[in-house]
């Protein structure tokens, strides 16, 4: 009776229960310290704590960290001021956050006009998606970013005061926490701007003004913000950069599969052997161009801005050459992190990492190659299970953007930007569902409005009519 009448209470209680299951049936195995993104952010976060400098954390002398931006570092050392440099603290505490966002997405339904049903549907969405749990129990930033990303399309919502500064401080601090997302207040500022040339009965004039301020106000904030750290990188490295890693990732990996692409050859993955030889081609080139500069493979996979910025240059230089291969590859990177075997790592602890990786695959070739029935019935149920899925939410996702045009075109406009940029992000390099978890709870606040749909048409004398739904400002 009590659930009954606090139905937000149980879904919350419900998210909370599920992660923190899992995380226990998972504590002796999480987090893995042994090399990886999650032994970086745990002794970045531990040299904050003891040290209190943010230093390269597989050296022994210190070197300014240049590859990683402070704010998930900064965010772990927290927690561990707190109980003790105990990893599993961090996770305990990201699983809470992490359920905070289901209600978040329900307060997203509900600002839309939305009815509790809607809401309830888009939070356990949400509350029960297992990617989310999965991630949860990882030293990864993604969970962090997600509840920041629910935060700031709460907000573009919903007219509080001094949104600009909120607006700007979140966009500011989601590029702390992940330098990936560089466009992100490019986005918001746009939907800021539009939404006062769009709100209010005043004058085309006051209207101007009013968009100008508040967007000056935003930029201002997170250029403030951001100013702190790109000066730290000037001083230490002599050059304006927010994280290295992300644009050495990006040309490196970017510049490979152009290679790649103009042969003609597809690569199925990093860990791919025709990966290998198309990356010794990239060397090659690379150390060609500059005689005194020799790559050597470092055995903790953390390499020097010396080491790595060359080779970055010369697949930049790549890229500039060849901007349509570059733009083949890039997309065929940003929809494969859609594919299901993408979006299969959080139940190989129950199958198998075989299953969770390499099965699934090479699923697809396998019954475009007609074996389908040389296949293991459970490869076939797990292969299908996620198609089925995503091809659902999907579909039900544009539904409920048609369903939500008529009243708010911005807001969706807003949700459309923000879902292409954070699928593009992944790029050709590391596409992973990871990486996309930022906008899952907005993909799901779409989805949930799909039920709806029919409410769109209406008999009448025998005709099918289209149903004129209120503006957000009229409901």
Known sequence: MFFKKYPLLLMFVLAVGVRLIFLAYSWNTVPTLSGGDEEAYHLLGVNLLRYHT???????????EHAISPGYPLFVATVYMMVGVKPHGVLIVQCILDSLIALLTCAIVLRLNGSQRTAMIAGMLYALWPAAWYYAQHLYPEPTLTLIFAVIFWLIIKPVRWRPVSLGALCALALYIKSTCMLLPVIAGIVLFMQNLSSGPCSRGKKWGIALRQTAVFVAIVIGLLAPWLIRNKLALGRVTFATLTEINFFTGSGTYTLAELQGEYLPSVM???YAYFFDKLVKQAENE????????NPSNYYTLEQMDPLAKTAQNIIVAHPVAFL?????????AWLPERNSTWFRMYMGYMMGTVAINQMSRLILGGKLFAVPITFLVAFFSFVLYYGLLITSAVLGAWRLFPRSPMIVLAVVMMLLYMTILPSIYSASDRYILPVMPLLFVLAAFAPEFPEFFKRKNGKTVTMHLPTQEGA
């Open 54 to 64: 943010y230093g390269n954390p597989f050296t022994t002398s210190y070197q300014p």
């Open 272 to 274: 791919s052997p025709r």
């Open 290 to 297: 500059n005689p005194r500069w020799k790559y050597r493979e």
């Open 328 to 336: 083949k590859c890039y997309i065929k990177g940003a929809l494969r």
